[in-house]
């Protein structure tokens, strides 16, 4: 397949591609500088506006673009520009394949499970209800732009969760770990949603083929906390893992510390698994354990 990527210099992008040439698919990017050969095609989202050659000769496209959520704090304006590099970049490249005389067949756009908000003890499959809070907003705004795109073009959303890999949300954990500062964060019960970064390429590769549509959810098989998550970085590393940070300490970071860190979201990747993937690393412990071994 001729395959359109947007976001493929990023953490999940560039493994994806990988993976991806590894099948023997052919790579395009969009980029928002000067194209520098003949598979990279100029988008500016902020304005709406793609090279329509870019879509006109995919057979899929990838949007895994938007601000990262991690940069802390969350300003009005940073706010801003989490939710409109989401939804613009979403509608840009919906309303270009409405456009298009050539229109890819699968639209496979970015998401995330922060749609869930806070559901502590709740398993939560993709006919799961809305939560509440600005991240739970993001989404659902940011998956009704996907769904624009109109027929015969598969959508399908990439609802994802915490990626373990070397990157991502692990940029900070895993040297603060390594110095012997892993953190619990408030009382360490709440799930965090967790995927290895191999899974999570190879679930969107699943997905190319697959007869899905519409939100699927991207998370291992097995649960697992916030305190499972950082102990077992930090066994697997060999360090130390006493400290703490109370949820108190934790609300000064506002939305922030409550999307990212606090709330609560056992989520079940029941389609994919309906569908027959199967994950390679089934506990957040095994991937863990590989993570660092890549580290050495």
């Known amino acids: 397949m001729r395959i359109l990527i947007a976001g493929a210099s990023g953490f999940i992008g560039t493994e994806l591609v990988r993976q991806l040439e590894v099948d023997g698919h052919t790579i395009t990017r969009l980029v928002r500088s000067a194209p520098e050969s003949s598979t990279e095609y100029l988008w500016m989202p902020s304005e709406l506006t793609v090279d329509p050659r870019a879509i006109d000769s995919a057979d899929a496209v990838i949007n895994l673009a938007?601000?990262?959520?991690?940069?802390?704090?969350?300003?009005?304006?940073?706010?801003?520009?989490?939710?409109?590099?989401?939804?613009?970049?979403?509608?840009?490249?919906?309303?270009?394949?409405?456009?298009?005389?050539?229109?890819?067949?699968?639209?496979?756009?970015?998401?995330?499970?922060?749609?869930f908000g806070d559901q502590p003890g709740v398993a939560l499959t993709e006919s799961s209800p809305k939560g509440?809070?600005?991240?739970?907003?993001?989404?659902?705004?940011?998956?009704?732009?996907?769904?624009?795109?109109?027929?015969?073009?598969?959508?399908?959303?990439?609802?994802?969760?915490?990626?373990?890999?070397?990157?991502?949300?692990?940029?900070?954990?895993?040297?603060?770990?390594?110095?012997?500062?892993?953190?619990t964060f408030g009382n360490g019960e709440q799930n965090w949603p967790w995927i290895s970064l191999h899974d999570e390429a190879a679930a969107i590769r699943h997905l190319l083929t697959s007869d899905l549509d519409g939100v699927v959810n991207l998370a291992g098989p097995t649960p697992a906390t916030s305190r499972e998550i950082t102990d077992g970085l930090a066994d697997a590393m060999h360090r130390w893992h006493k400290l703490a940070v109370p949820k108190f300490a934790l609300d000064v970071l506002g939305d922030a510390g409550n999307d990212l860190l606090l709330n609560s979201e056992k989520v079940v990747p029941q389609r994919l698994l309906d569908d027959g993937f199967e994950f390679r690393h089934e506990t957040v412990q095994v991937a863990l354990r590989e993570l660092v071994d890549s580290l050495s």
């Open 132 to 183: 509440a809070g600005f991240l739970s907003d993001v989404v659902e705004a940011w998956e009704q732009a996907a769904r624009l795109t109109p027929k015969p073009t598969r959508v399908v959303m990439l609802r994802t969760g915490v990626v373990v890999g070397n990157g991502g949300a692990f940029t900070p954990l895993i040297p603060l770990t390594r110095l012997g500062l892993a953190t």
């Open 66 to 115: 938007g601000a990262t959520t991690g940069r802390i704090p969350w300003t009005a304006s940073y706010k801003r520009q989490i939710l409109y590099s989401r939804v613009n970049g979403t509608q840009t490249i919906a309303e270009a394949i409405e456009r298009s005389p050539t229109p890819p067949s699968i639209f496979l756009n970015g998401s995330a499970v922060g749609y």
